[in-house]
Nanobody, 113 residues
Framework: VQLQACGGGLVQPGESLRLSCAASGRSIFNVMGWYRQSPGKQRELVAT???????HYADSVKGRFAISRDNAKNTVYLQMNKLKPEDTAVYYC?????????WGKGTQVTVSS
């Protein structure tokens, strides 16, 4: 299984970005989501979405970020609005299937004026 994330970049505070992550193969993952890691900090959960449509968001992104997925394309998206400097991090795509965790390589998001 390979996860390919893209969509990161440099934006100003208040702007938006959309991340996407495509998983190889035909497996439908139980949970797909996004995590992020800033320098000197542990990797933290940003948002997850199950095949049944249940979502979970970190408190810091509630109301600003939205996760969605296209099961037919095995792709998960993260729409990030009203970005803040503290959202700056490397964002990692994650997929879970039968107890196994799969990770993408990460995409850098930098929010700076």
């Amino acid at each position: 299984v390979q996860l390919q994330a893209c969509g990161g970049g440099l934006v100003q505070p208040g702007e938006s970005l959309r991340l996407s992550c495509a998983a190889s193969g035909r497996s439908i993952f139980n949970v797909m989501g996004w995590y992020r890691q800033s320098p000197g900090k542990q990797r933290e959960l940003v948002a997850t979405l199950t095949t049944r449509g249940s979502t979970h968001y970190a408190d810091s992104v509630k109301g600003r970020f939205a996760i969605s997925r296209d099961n037919a394309k095995n792709t998960v998206y993260l729409q990030m609005n009203k970005l803040k400097p503290e959202d700056t991090a490397v964002y990692y795509c994650n997929a879970k299937l039968m107890g196994a965790d799969y990770w993408g390589k990460g995409t850098q998001v930098t929010v700076s004026s």
